[in-house]
C-alpha cells in the first residue's frame, strides 16, 4: 500500500486555505517550512500561487526575509575588523539575498516574484506581493518590529498570520507585542548596517530591541519563549488549525493575537 502523500495543487492548496477561513481582501504573514508542505506540483511558487487565488487581487501576501548577510552577530559578539567591514557586502533590497532560517525556499521564490517588493531594514526586512506591498513602503531603520513599522499597520490593517507547519515561535508579529507589553528592563542592542545609497555603501546604526529582550536566561527556556506564548494562545481555541497540502498549519488573527500575547508577556515577565 503507497503511503506517499498525494502531490499538491494550486488549486488543491486553495481548497484547503479557504477550508483554513482565508478568503478575498485578507492580508496574510506567512511563515513555512515548505519541507512540511510538499509535496507540490511545481514547487513554492505553486504555493505563493494558492494563497494568492485565494486572497485575489483585493489581499496580499507578506513574509520576513531578514537578510542573509545581518550583521547581527557579528556586532553583538564584538564587531568587524576594517578588513571585514572592506568586504561586507551592502544592503540592496533589489537584489539582497533572503536570510534561510527566516525566509526559506518560499521566501527566496517570494523575492523573486514579479511585483514583490522588499522593505529597507535589513535585519527586519519584509517581502510583500499584492494589496499588502504599500504597508511597507516606510519601514524604519530603529526598532523595525515596534511602533511605526510595518508590523504595527499589519495589527492595525487586521492582517492575519498563517503558519504552514513552521515551528510555532515563527510568528514575527509576536514581536510587535513585545514592544507594546509593560515589561521593565527591555534590553537593547546597538550595532551598524552596510547600506546600497546612490550606488555607495553607506554604514548606518541602528537599535534594534535585544533577542529575548526581557526574559531572564531565555536560552534556558524550554520551549522557547515564543513558542510558549503561541501555544497559550491555541489552548483558548482563538486560531484555526488544519491541513496545507501535508503540513499542519495554525491561521491566527494579529488583532487577537496581539493583545493575548500582551497579556502574556506581562503576566510572565512583568
Known amino acids: 500500500m503507497n503511503s506517499e502523500p498525494i502531490e499538491a495543487t494550486r488549486e488543491t492548496l486553495a481548497l484547503d486555505l479557504r477550508g483554513l477561513g482565508i478568503k478575498a481582501g485578507d492580508i496574510v504573514m506567512l511563515h513555512a517550512a515548505f519541507r512540511s508542505v510538499r509535496p507540490v506540483e511545481g514547487g513554492p511558487d505553486t504555493l505563493i500561487d494558492a494563497i494568492m487565488d485565494v486572497v485575489t487581487t483585493a489581499g496580499g501576501l507578506v513574509m520576513f526575509a531578514s537578510w542573509e548577510h545581518s550583521t547581527y552577530d557579528a556586532f553583538v559578539a564584538g564587531g568587524l575588523s576594517q578588513s571585514e567591514r572592506d568586504a561586507w557586502p551592502a544592503f540592496d533590497p533589489q537584489t539582497a539575498p533572503v536570510r534561510p532560517t527566516h525566509g526559506g525556499a518560499v521566501g527566496a521564490c517570494l523575492a523573486k516574484r514579479p511585483g514583490a517588493f522588499r522593505s529597507r531594514n535589513p535585519d527586519r526586512s519584509l517581502l510583500a506581493i499584492g494589496s499588502a506591498v504599500p504597508i511597507l513602503a516606510h519601514h524604519p531603520l530603529d526598532h523595525g518590529f515596534g511602533p511605526g513599522s510595518p508590523l504595527q499597520t499589519l495589527y492595525e490593517h487586521g492582517a492575519k498570520t498563517l503558519n504552514l507547519g513552521a515551528p510555532l515561535y515563527t510568528a514575527t508579529i509576536l514581536h510587535y507585542a513585545e514592544y507594546l507589553c509593560e515589561v521593565p528592563s527591555k534590553r537593547h542592542v546597538h ?20 533577542r529575548d529582550a526581557f526574559v531572564p ?19 483558548t481555541g482563538g486560531h484555526v488549525e488544519g ?14 493575537l496581539v493583545p493575548f500575547a500582551i497579556r502574556y508577556f506581562e503576566s510572565e515577565y512583568g
Not at 243 to 256: P, R
Open 217 to 235: 536566561d531565555a536560552q534556558g527556556l524550554d520551549p522557547d519563549y515564543l513558542e510558549q506564548v503561541t501555544r497559550a494562545y491555541i489552548a
Open 191 to 210: 550595532y551598524e548596517v552596510p547600506i546600497l545609497e546612490n550606488g555607495t555603501k553607506v554604514w548606518k546604526r541602528v537599535t534594534q530591541m535585544n
Open 243 to 256: 491541513l496545507v497540502g501535508s503540513a499542519q498549519s495554525h491561521l491566527f488573527d494579529m488583532t487577537d
